[in-house]
């Protein structure tokens, strides 16, 4: 699988995760529709975005990294980050 597939892939599960806790459609949310000021999301549903993609992605994300994931985009980039780190370090 190509590193754009998987980026895609992993861009419309964050989009979707998003869509399920700000309780909006999920055609709402572009790559770059801001969470806090366009989608009006608040703190507990940022904390509830975080839990849910540590979940999924079987990650651990630090609650400090909420205010770098402002958008699909930029929330894939730390996810993104986070997984390659941990693959870096290995079991």
Known sequence: MSAEKTDTDLREQIREIAADIMEVDV????WTTHFWD???A???QGIEL???LERRFGITIE???????QDVQ???EVV??????ASSHGP
């Open 42 to 44: 608040d703190s507990m």
């Open 80 to 85: 993104m980050a986070i997984m390659k780190a």
């Open 74 to 76: 930029s929330t894939s």
């Open 63 to 69: 609650q400090s990294a909420l205010a770098d994931m």
């Open 27 to 30: 055609e709402r949310i572009g």
């Open 38 to 40: 366009e989608l009006d």
């Open 50 to 52: 975080l839990s849910a």
